[in-house]
């Protein structure tokens, strides 16, 4: 990885760290080439200390580490995204991250990915897509379908088995999204209608 270190009087370049898997922003902090190097030679996220003057490991006090996911430098070589997943609070106030936030998943962000993929096989058939086995079946098998996982979401939502009824959840978003899509629309335009209503209220 190539980064222009040199562009800074003290060649810190600054390091900005995300979580893998919320996409929230944890802290920020500063490298220099031997701490971006030990960085990426053991995944785990590696300052320059400025207060300490030397390297300083995320977590080697605490114990909660950052573990790398990922490193990309920005357009212009001067600072570096690290995506990590944190093995407990960031900050050393305690806090999930240094500026307060919760650390925690937005809603509904696999979902814009999803529809992406069911777009994609109406435009482009792929052989074998269950998918595509809807769409053969048209749009009364696939409202059928809703219906039946509206059922049985009903029927595991009397239960205490909590992976049955997500799965069944899961398959019912599913399958109205590829109704939605079948009929022209899409989530958004039902979030606009919810939001709407909020609205209103």
Known sequence: MKLQFKKYADG????????????????????DEAA?????????V???????????????????????????????????LIKAIPSGPVCHTGSDTCFSEKNAEKSFTFL?????????????????????SLIKKGIKKMAQKVGEEGVEVALEAQGDEAGL?????????????VLLRAKGFSMGEVEAVLRERHLKR
């Not at 810190?12 to 490298?31: C, E, S, W, Y």
């Not at 400025?50 to 996911?69: I, M």
């Not at 009824?165 to 999204?177: K, N, Q």
């Open 12 to 31: 810190l370049v600054p390091a900005i760290v995300q979580d893998a898997r919320t996409g929230v922003v944890l802290m920020l902090g500063f490298m």
């Open 36 to 44: 971006l190097q030990k960085t990426m030679d053991e995944k785990r």
């Open 46 to 80: 590696t300052f320059f200390s400025r207060s300490k003057q030397r390297l300083w490991t995320k977590g080697e006090t605490s114990g909660h580490f950052l573990d790398v996911v990922e490193i990309l430098p920005d357009c212009d070589e001067d600072t570096v």
């Open 112 to 132: 814009p990915e999803l529809e992406q993929v069911i777009n994609e096989r109406f435009e482009n058939p792929s052989e074998g897509s269950y998918i595509n």
């Open 165 to 177: 009824f997500l799965g069944e959840a899961a398959d019912l978003v599913f399958h109205l999204m």
